[in-house]
């Protein structure tokens, strides 16, 4: 079976710091995308960051980042100085390179960002 | 700009009743799906499509059902036979041999009366 598992259900950040979110993932595979994405308020469910496992390199964009340990199977985001904007759900998802075409959801991290 | 529409934002039905959700893409994508989103649950998947007129049942597809008669329209029918149908409903369209990401239509608020 393919779980991806968010522990964290609700976390908190004082503006400007900088906060880490958990994920981690069950499979068999070896070639596999790993994705966060992001739902404000609004509910729109926006990308925030994708890594390919083959690649040892984690990805970047502007201030979020991921840390990708391919052997423990995790996939944490850290989001460095935090915005007001950067309140809401955050959803890790999986989904493998060769088998199927569903992605996989985690349960999602609700972030709220203090002033 | 390219993106995907879901019609309308919110929806009610009555109990018993068919209602349809729309999606429409204009991305070129050739791959869509459509989720359920509950509350503490996450997304399950309902129903996907690789291409048109071709679709494949996802965790949770029992009351529903889709169609794929174009690239662009991926419509779901929510039928009486959904025993709970209230959920926030989201579409989503994938970049398939391109990134493989998943890109999301706004969703539509689906409420049974």
């Known amino acids: 079976a393919q779980t991806v598992t968010q522990s964290q259900p609700e976390m908190s950040v004082q503006e400007a710091e900088t906060v880490t979110l958990s994920c981690t993932y069950d499979t068999s595979e070896s070639d596999y995308y790993l994705f966060w994405y992001k739902q404000p308020p609004s509910r729109q469910m926006i990308l925030v960051i994708r890594q390919e496992a083959y690649k040892q390199q984690n990805a970047t964009e502007n201030r979020f980042s991921v840390n990708f340990q391919k052997a423990a199977k995790s996939f944490s985001l850290k989001i460095s100085d935090s915005q007001l904007g950067d309140a809401a759900m955050y959803f890790c998802a999986y989904r493998p390179s060769n088998t199927g075409n569903q992605f996989y959801f985690g349960t999602g991290t609700s972030l709220t960002v203090i002033p | 700009d390219g993106g995907i529409t879901q019609s309308p934002k919110y929806l009610f039905r009555k109990e018993g009743q068919n209602v349809t959700l729309s999606c429409e893409q204009n991305l070129n994508h050739d791959a869509m799906y459509w989720y359920r989103q509950d509350p503490g649950q996450g997304l399950r998947l309902i129903y996907y499509s690789q291409i048109v007129n071709d679709f494949q049942k996802g965790d949770i597809a029992e009351g529903y059902s889709v169609s794929r008669e174009k690239k662009e329209s991926f419509p779901l029918t929510v039928t009486s036979a959904q025993k709970n149908p209230t959920a926030f409903y989201l579409c989503?369209?994938?970049?398939?041999?391109?990134?493989?990401?998943?890109?999301f239509g706004p969703g539509t608020r689906l409420t049974v009366l």
């Open positions: 989503a369209s994938r970049d398939w041999g391109g990134t493989d990401t998943q890109y």
